[in-house]
């Protein structure tokens, strides 16, 4: 009683103090603006692996070592010779290029290009096309970097194609930057028409949009102190938050209407009990789906930890604001409300639930029945890596490495980072050797590019390109695929081959990161998977004091994820590599809520006295109306987003999000009362509070007069 009169007595002070609540929250809104208007934006997703691998680590050394962070291809189509050199002159000059390697680097442009080694020519020149290599002074994705790849475009005409990590990343940040206000704008107006149609006025779906729009941006806002967060992350924010949220103030205005009535009418002492009743109703399901977002600060793809945190944070601040400002503009807009008000569209619940209960085996059977193949199709779904593979065809960054591919068979550059006490001898054979490796069309050193002509007639600007008094790089072009197989397992042989010759030397590159992207992400999934259901299976247990209802409520949960994630199966689509481990764990979140909503009103009605078929009947109908308007307001907000975007990372991602959302309702529904129905015994002889005292001392007796029709314990009505 102690902890219910502190919770109605922090709802009666919000009450009261309505009108303060409302001008703080808006004078919060600025800091917020201002947070968020200054968090910077990382849209290079290889950049979250771990710091201590050796393609993190070399990347490290040839920023300190060599003053370069990143590097591109610049295809050159049917210009001749000089205007070519004006050009490269003119990019040197851009700030963010360190340098620009191009034939005239070594020879004068007066003197025949096929002085040069015949591989090289050959590599560099293709038809009326020559390539250039840019080298960036920072990282792929710095800021400097995005800004000399946009200034090199624009200094750079049709003929010319910039190809690379850093070109993508550009493109990736430009397409999002267009996006991501509409995302909002298309999440917020399908929202509020579903929320319009699905609840009983057409004002309140506009306050709840506002009060969960303002949490939001606190919660964006307050990223400023990360110091940057990754584009999917600020991409799926608002959209997550908006969806996840969304129960917690349906309840609370359900909650306030019952109130009204047990109240008499007196609002200020009913919403002031609904601010109670949802704080303590919200705490286990705000719990478990912050815990499953925090699941995800285990991986070592600290991504994981990024989009964690903030979703995380950001599911507290909703239910904080569900509690203080929500009902703070409800109050206040309440008689606009009532004038807006409408008949609700929604069937009545009771008919269906109690079609629910009468039929519970067969929505058994059919669980049992999907639950091992829903398991072995999304275990089955094929995912990508290949960044680009998210972007747009008519992109600039895709256009130019369809023109590499096509023109000189080089689909991606390695890197390799030598010792400089490596011997000139060594370093030629290791050339040759990697030259002759599948798929690799170039292989190229400092030693192997002078081919005999003595360094001191080479510029040192040049060669400070590719060797200094510590390190010196070689240059690696292949015909594979990014993320392909083949390219895999070339790694592996270009790793072997230069570990001959010095044990040191290390791969680097696109490929090389991906690669241990891949297997990474692969550890990294199955950890969060175990932990997420380890954490949730825990809470479940303590919030209802149970042993039988975690193993219950996780399989339904898990069964949901199951088909969502197995449908790509079925359907032969591939999804983005992150697409398992976030919808799984936003899923877990958003379905643990349904099912806590509902098993909480059993648990209550069970422990009044009702029989098992009348808990489960009572608990389902009410629960109903606030499940199918959350689902439905998060599907309306993620499928619009999902048709729209152009990034099929976001739109992936999104549709998953619909459709699950949907999958989610349709499982917590059906399958989770007729599990109710079927583990009543066990739920109430291994769980604390679902029996009265007096049904626990009479148990054996009631038992003992059950027949084998009789589906519930008979108990009087004491009330």
Known sequence: MAIGGNMINFGKKIVKFRIPIIILSLLLLIPAVIGYVNTRVNYDILSYLPEEIDTMEGQEILKEEFGNG???????????TKNISSLKAKIEEVDGVSSVLWYDSILDISIPIELLPSEVTEAFNSGDTTLMLVVFSDTTSSDETIEAVTEIRKIANSQCFLAGMSSMVTDTKNLSE?????????????????LALTMDSFVLPIIFLVCIGMAILYNLGSNVFFGEISYITKALAAVLQLGVTMDFSIFLWHSYKENQLRFYGDKNRAMAHAIANTIQSVVGSSITTIAGFLSLCVMSFTLGLDLGIVMAKGVLIGVIA???????????????????????????????????????????????????????????????????????????????????????????????????????????????????????????????????????????????????????????????????????????????????????????????????????????????????????????????????????????????????MGIPYLTGTKLPFVASIVIGTIQLGSTVDYAILMTSRYQKERSRGKSKKEAVTIAHSTSMNSIIVSALSFFAATFGVGLYSDIDMISSLCMLMARGALISMAVVLLVVPSLFMIFDKVIVHTSVGFLPKKVKEANHEKENRENSSDDSYVVPNHN
């Open 70 to 80: 990143a590097f591109s291809m610049l295809l050159v189509e049917g210009m001749d």
């Open 178 to 194: 267009k996006e991501a206000p509409i995302y909002v704008v298309i999440a917020v107006i399908l929202s509020a028409i579903m």
């Open 322 to 564: 569900t509690v203080t400002i929500l009902p703070s503009f409800i109050m206040v807009f309440d008689g606009l409300i009532e004038k807006t008000t409408h008949k609700n569209l929604l069937p009545s619940q009771k008919r269906f639930s109690t079609f629910i209960t009468k039929h519970y085996v067969v929505f058994a059977i059919i669980f049992v029945i999907l639950l091992i193949p829903a398991y072995y199709a999304q275990s089955h779904a094929s995912v990508y890596y290949k960044l680009d593979t998210s972007l747009p065809d008519d992109l600039e960054s895709v256009i130019a490495s369809q023109k590499l591919d096509e023109n000189f068979d080089m689909t991606t550059m390695h890197l390799v980072i030598c010792s400089s006490d490596t011997s000139y001898k060594n370093m030629i054979a290791m050339c040759d050797e990697l030259s002759e490796t599948d798929g690799v069309t170039l292989a190229v050193s400092l030693d192997s590019l002078l081919d005999g002509v003595p360094e001191a007639m080479i510029p040192d600007d040049v060669v400070s390109i590719l060797k200094n008094e510590n390190y010196q790089l070689v240059l690696i072009a292949s015909e594979y695929e990014v993320a392909s197989d083949e390219v895999n397992a070339q790694c592996d042989e270009i790793q072997e081959i230069i570990s001959k010759y010095d044990d040191s030397a290390m791969l680097i590159g696109e490929s090389a990161c991906t690669k241990d992207l891949i297997e990474i992400t692969d550890t990294d999934f199955k950890m969060v998977s175990i932990v997420s259901i380890g954490v949730i299976f825990v809470i479940i247990a303590i919030v209802f004091k149970s042993v039988s209802l975690p193993i219950l409520l996780v399989a339904a949960i898990e069964f949901a994820i199951f088909i969502n």
